[in-house]
């Protein structure tokens, strides 16, 4: 089985709303990523933070069928929680994680990373050139969840710290997306040209 988690954080201050449901070419930008991965995993998963914000997603995806929604196990964690939420709930031993503010994957990128074998690593992770990290465009292993509890016991909350502890390969970002457009994420009106 592969499996695909999708992470969504709360409400951007600049965007004024939650960054996933904000319409772009008259769909949510959730329903862009989705659309982009439903064809390349059998398992969809979306994590969200608390039972308000999944309130406000069924609302979005009432007729998209075969995505599991679920919400952080241990709240207000930011993304390491919401990765630990995501690896304890996915059937298959490693997923693809992206963020829901990343509209603008693309179909290559999910190919390539569907390429590697991640037997001997906990992690796949882009690198770009200059060292900066894409830890929310990773593949990561179920064996990592206890490596996540240790670090959220110590108040550390950024996936970045889990990539620097576990076994992880980084690969250029060029070589999984050589547009880069997989990693535009969605900050500002202006990124989205509205």
């Known amino acids: 089985m592969k499996s695909a988690i999708i992470l969504c954080g709360g409400l951007s201050k600049r965007m004024g709303k939650d960054k996933g449901l904000i319409v772009f070419d008259g769909e949510p930008l959730i329903v862009r990523i989705l659309d982009k991965l439903k064809d390349y995993f059998d ?8 039972d308000e914000q999944e309130r406000e997603y069924l609302k979005v995806l009432k007729d998209y069928g075969n995505v599991k929604i679920f919400t952080d196990v ?15 709930k996915v059937n298959s031993a490693h997923a693809l994680v992206v963020p829901c503010d990343s509209p603008f994957i693309t179909r290559g990128f999910i190919e390539n990373c569907l390429k590697i074998d991640l037997r001997d690593y906990d992690a796949i992770v882009p690198v ?20 996540i509890y240790k670090l959220l016991s110590k108040d550390e909350r950024r996936a970045s710290a889990l990539v620097k502890i576990i076994n992880s390969r980084l690969i250029p970002v060029d070589e999984l997306d050589p547009s880069l ?14």
Do not use: M
């Open 128 to 147: 770009w050139d200059d060292g900066r990290i894409e830890p929310l465009h990773a593949i990561y292993s179920k064996r990592i969840v206890d490596r």
């Open 181 to 194: 457009e997989s990693f535009r994420n969605v900050n500002k009106p202006e990124d989205l040209g509205i």
């Open 43 to 50: 398992e969809l998963l979306l994590v969200l933070r608390d």
């Open 74 to 88: 241990i709240k207000g964690q930011g993304p390491l929680g919401g990765l630990l939420t995501g690896l304890l």
